[in-house]
């Protein structure tokens, strides 16, 4: 690797690429996020946002990864309501996560780490990432339950002292938080307001649309989210995937 030391593989030359492989580089950090809405405050950029922010920090305390460019858009129909959102078909995403695998292996990554940072795209991460795993020599690794990444963020919330909870995570309180603490100028502090709060079925959400649920695409209140959280949040998250990521590489 060269004097740079950013582990985003988008930001390296091929040369620079191609030297780390040779130096040890063994593993490529594949968040798989979405463009979709995120309520009246936050940009519709929000999962993609975290998921560079995420994999860069499992690269780090990796030592031996990249990150790659985060996969965008995702499977994010159920927000058609609202304009901006742009979806892909579970079945192109599934496509489009194979291509990257197969390319990163091609290269000589012997791992490819999947981190989807949007719900809708567990589902399809976790039906396509054994098939890849057949068709590939690169070790394949979906670090993609979703139940786990929302008791994560609810544990960040509650580690930074926000004493809220959140059943189902979207435009709340802890994506806000996360934004605050990556980007705190893209969030629109004057636009925050409470969205659908309690409990949510995940069968009509899905069926029915978004603005089923949330007239403003908002579950929970953003209003408690703060940048110290979304640090907690974030480096909870990083700090629990990175420790799974290296179980299952000394297991291969």
């Known amino acids: 690797m060269s004097s740079r030391t950013s582990v985003r593989l988008a930001e390296h030359t091929w040369p620079e690429i191609e030297a780390a492989l040779d130096d040890g580089t063994t593993t490529a950090v594949v968040a798989v996020g ?3 809405q995120h309520g009246p ?3 519709v950029i929000m999962d993609t946002l975290a998921g560079d922010e995420l994999s860069r920090r499992i690269a780090d305390r990796l030592g031996d990864a990249l990150a790659a460019p985060t996969i965008r858009p995702g499977c994010s129909g159920h927000h058609m309501a609202f304009p901006g959102t742009i979806t892909i078909a579970p079945e192109t995403l599934m496509d489009l996560v194979r291509s990257y695998c197969e390319s990163l292996d091609e290269h000589g990554f012997e791992h490819v780490v999947l ?4 719900g809708g795209n567990f589902a399809p991460v976790n039906t396509v990432a054994p098939e890849i795993a057949r068709e590939i020599d690169a070790n394949v690794i979906a670090i993609a339950d979703l139940d786990e990444n929302m008791r994560l963020m609810n544990e960040g919330l509650r580690e930074a002292g926000v004493e809220y909870e959140e059943p189902v995570i979207h435009a709340g309180a802890a994506e806000t938080a996360i934004v605050l603490a990556v980007n705190e100028g893209l969030v629109r502090t004057d636009e925050l307001a409470v969205g659908h709060e309690g409990e949510v079925s995940a069968s009509r959400l899905l069926s029915e649309g978004f603005d089923a649920i949330s007239e403003n695409g908002v579950l929970g ?3 408690e989210g703060t940048a110290e959280a979304g640090e907690a949040i974030l480096e909870r998250i990083a700090t ?6 290296d179980a299952e590489r000394d297991a291969t």
């Open 221 to 223: 209140d953003p209003r």
């Open 240 to 245: 629990a995937y990175a420790e799974r990521i």
């Open 34 to 36: 979405s463009v979709e």
């Open 41 to 43: 405050h936050l940009p």
């Open 115 to 118: 981190v989807p940072t949007h």
